[in-house]
Each structure stands twice: as C-alpha cells, then as structure tokens.
C-alpha cells in the first residue's frame, strides 16, 4: 500500500528544511537506504524497532520496513486560489497526496524575514486553510451548476441527492470558512464517497509541524500569547502536531551515530527524534497500522488500513491470498520474542488461529494459510 503526504507552507517556514532533513534520514536497518525518486519527493522508511528484534529472533537475511512518501509543494502564497506565485501548481500537487503536513514558524528571527512581515502561527494557517477553501468552493460550485441540471427534471433521483449533497457543502465552505475534513461528522455513510469522490482539499488529513530554532525565540518556550492561541486552535480542533527544530534535526542526520549522540548531549537536544515522530503521526493521521512477517528470508512490516480483516491484510502481499484465505496464525510480536520460539508460543496457547473475520491489530506476526 503506497501513501504520500504533501509538505506545504507559506515561504521561509522551514518547508524545504524539513524536506532535506526527511530525505536525508536514515532507518538502522539492512539493506533498506532511503530512495529518492524525483527531486522533490521523497520515500522515507517509517522507524520501527520490532522489526530488527523479529529479523534476529528468526535470523533474517534481509528487513524491509514500511515506507511513507513525502512531497515537497510549490511554496504558497495569499491569493494562490487566483493562480497568485505558484498557486495553481501547488493546489494540483495537494491533490495527488492523501494527507497534509503543514510547517508552521513558531520562532522569531529578524535575518528571516516572514512573507506576511510578522510572526503569527494561527495566522499563517488561517491563510493556507482559506487558499484551500477557496479552491474547494471552485470544485464544488462547477460540480453543483453540472449537477443542478441533471436534478431539474425531478426524476433523476441519484443527482437531487447529490445536488443535496453539494450544497451542504458549499454552505459549510462558504459560512464555516472551515476546512470539510474538520466538520466530516456532519455527513452521513451515504453522502461521505461523494465527499471521496470530489477529493477536495480540505478534506485531506493535516499533521501541524511547529518549526522552532535552536537558541532563538520560541514562541512556545516565551510563553507567547500567540503560542497559547495556536494550541486552543489544535484543541478545539482535535488537531495532530509536532514541535521540531528543521535545522537541528537536518545537522543531526549529517553526523554519525556516535557524533549524533555527542552533539544532543553537549547541548541538552531530546533523545527522541522529531523526525520520527513526525513520520510516526503521519502514518497514524491516514489511519493506518502495521503487521509483520519474519522469517530466516526476510522479516517485514506490511501496510493495512485500521479495522482491515484477515483477508484483505493478506491482499497486501498477494491478491490470490484474499481469493485462497484459509486461515492465519497470529502472535503478538513482543509475546513471540517473550516465548522465545514458535513451538514454545504455540504450547502456552498464544499462537492462535484466526478466521476471515479477525480484525488484524498493530504489532500482530501473521502467518497467513492458504
């Protein structure tokens, strides 16, 4: 399963800075570098620690972890709805991605100077939320004026329905100026595939990155009322972020472990990598899990969406196993690692058989029977 996320932001936010850190980040795993395919996308290997413990309890020639890719989007500016700097090719680029992370400066620096003349975090995704609503009502007012023709005669029901639809939408647009994907509630299971059909902009996923900067004002450590302001925003909005540093996460992946490690210690940096944070949230902003397959020929994590059954976990590695499901053996991973063996799991009764209609769960080792 393939995902991407677009990384968009107004100019000099630390956008690009947070695209070569991604892009420059390695996974301690074998024989799985990071790809790049063009020079501005990105395939980045999601950090998961189970899978070098799995790849030695079962001895394993090769590890290949899941992947996420990221997309560095023409920079944006007010009025990119109008075709303003690069707006047309930045709305085209957000609409081939599944998901949006959004960089936000939340650090002053006078040598840097912000687009907007200030530095005003809510602000600035105030004026990107806008650009994609705007472009939004575009879609969704062509789509309604070819629909409402459809709908005038009074007997094509499929299209009053949707007209219906459309206009829900545009009111939300319109009078909420909020993105749909923040008000996805207010539609039913039946009119949410329009809503995927339309694949609007703000229907997209966002993931808030707060770019800060090493020994600088951070609005978050001035205790800033601009600060307090943003984090009600996420609150009220149920909204994901991280806080990083672009340009320290982008040095760090210069070095080498042992000097990584030296330099977060001379100057008091977290262990934890922002970066992996990051890229952590995004595969969880999509909704999706991981499952894992070891072996002495390779151990790997497989990609399927949250609820995904048997069947269609299978699917991931071979369509004929959803055709041929018979059945799957499923461990936890760390209760297969605290057994010991295979044999040893099986005789304390954690090896279990599961069906077509077993939910598979993050972290499961499936052996899938066919």
């Given amino acids: 399963m393939s995902f991407s996320i677009g990384i968009v932001g107004l100019p000099n936010v630390g956008k690009s800075t947070l695209f070569k850190a991604l892009t420059k980040k390695q996974v301690d795993i074998q024989n799985y570098p990071f790809c790049t395919i063009d020079p501005n996308v990105g395939v980045v290997a999601m950090p998961d620690e189970r899978l070098e413990k799995l790849a030695m309890f079962s001895h394993s020639k090769k590890i290949t972890p899941t992947v996420i890719e990221f997309t560095d989007i023409a920079g944006l500016v007010r009025g990119a709805s109008q075709g303003e700097g690069l707006g047309n090719q930045f709305l085209s680029h957000i609409r081939e991605t599944k998901a949006i992370t959004q960089v936000v400066r939340i650090f002053e620096d006078q040598n840097i100077t912000h687009v907007e003349k200030r ?34 005669s009074g007997t094509n029901k499929e299209a009053i329905a949707r007209k219906a639809v459309l206009e829900k939408m545009k009111t939300i647009l319109l009078e909420a100026k909020l993105p749909i994907g923040s008000l996805a509630s207010n539609f039913s299971e039946v009119e949410l595939p329009f809503l995927k059909e339309l694949n609007l902009l703000t229907a997209k996923p966002i993931l808030y990155v707060l770019n800060k900067k090493f020994g600088g004002q951070n609005l978050d450590e001035m205790n800033d009322e601009r600060y307090k302001k943003l984090t009600d925003y996420f609150q009220k909005n149920n909204a994901v972020y991280v806080a990083l540093d672009a340009a320290i996460e982008l040095e760090l992946n210069e070095l080498s472990e042992e000097e990584r490690a030296s330099y977060k210690k001379e100057f008091g940096l977290p262990e934890a990598s922002g ?16 499952y894992l397959t070891t072996g002495e020929d ?32 499923v461990i936890n991973w760390q209760k297969l690692l ?5 044999p ?15 939910v598979v769960q993050d972290g499961d080792v499936v052996e899938f029977k066919i």
């Fill in 298 to 329: 390779e151990t790997r994590a497989w990609t399927v969406r949250q609820g995904a059954k048997a069947p269609q976990a299978a699917a991931e590695i071979h369509t004929d196993f959803e055709k041929k499901f018979i059945r799957a053996e």
């Fill in 338 to 342: 605290d057994a010991g063996s295979y």
């Fill in 119 to 152: 530095v005003d975090p809510l602000g600035d995704i105030e004026i990107i939320n806008l650009e994609l609503i705007f472009a939004d009502l575009a879609t969704v007012a062509k789509r309604l004026e070819q629909t409402a023709k459809e709908a005038k």
């Fill in 275 to 290: 970066l992996d944070e990051l890229i952590k949230k995004s595969y969880q902003l999509l909704g999706l899990i991981t």
């Fill in 344 to 358: 040893a799991a099986r005789d304390r009764g954690l090896l279990r058989t599961e069906g077509k209609e077993y």
